[in-house]
T-cell receptor
């Protein structure tokens, strides 16, 4: 089976840095995605990692360690608008048109 | 930008009714997906399609069927709606191995 774990909820202060972790145990691996979902809206793509290391995109960075089955999403200079759910998703198996397997999401609350 | 359009944002149906949820994408994507999203359970895959008239079961296909008669349109059908199918339904499309693009969602309530 496929298992993707991430914390259910996190709270952080405006202007701070927050790290959202994701661990996965899957039957194959061909990339890890992070999506952001504001309440009542569709998920939107944030980042994609397929090789080990850090991918930086503005205030958001995502890290992957395939040997550890581990990823994190790092959000810097938090803003109130970053309050949302963050979804970790893995593509399995290693090729083809297979769908993503999603974690249950981490609801981030940014407070003043 | 890719646009994925779901025909209804909110629906209220009665138990036993047949329900159609329509999804249309405008970027000639081969792959289309239907997920449902429930609190505490996350996104779960119902069905997906990688070509016209092709369909594959996802993790929770029971109680659902799908139709892909044209490349741009992927319909989810609840033959006889039940209260446990009250949920947010999300359609998504993708070209090959690329990023999933989601529609705005259809919130279905079954009474």
């Amino acid at each position: 089976g496929q298992n993707i774990d991430q914390p259910t909820e996190m709270t952080a202060t405006e202007g701070a840095i927050v790290q959202i972790n994701c661990t996965y145990q899957t039957s194959g691996f061909n990339g890890l995605f992070w999506y952001q979902q504001h309440a009542g809206e569709a998920p939107t793509f944030l980042s994609y990692n397929v090789l080990d290391g850090l991918e930086e995109k503005g205030r958001f960075s995502s890290f992957l360690s395939r040997s550890k089955g581990y990823s994190y999403l790092l959000l810097k200079e938090l803003q109130m608008k970053d309050s949302a759910s963050y979804l970790c998703a893995v593509r399995v198996p290693a090729s083809g048109n297979t769908p993503l397997v999603f974690g249950k999401g981490t609801r981030l609350s940014v407070i003043a | 930008d890719v646009k994925v359009t779901q025909s209804s944002r909110y629906l209220v149906k009665r138990t036993g009714e047949k329900v159609f949820l329509e999804c249309v994408q405008d970027m000639d994507h081969e792959n289309m997906f239907w997920y449902r999203q429930d609190p505490g359970l996350g996104l779960r895959l119902i069905y997906f399609s990688y070509d016209v008239k092709m369909k594959e079961k996802g993790d929770i296909p029971e109680g659902y069927s799908v139709s892909r008669e044209k490349k741009e349109r992927f319909s989810l059908i609840l033959e006889s709606a039940s209260t446990n199918q009250t949920s947010m339904y999300l359609c998504a499309s993708r070209s090959g191995a690329n990023v999933l693009t989601f529609g705005a969602g259809s919130r279905l309530t079954v009474l």
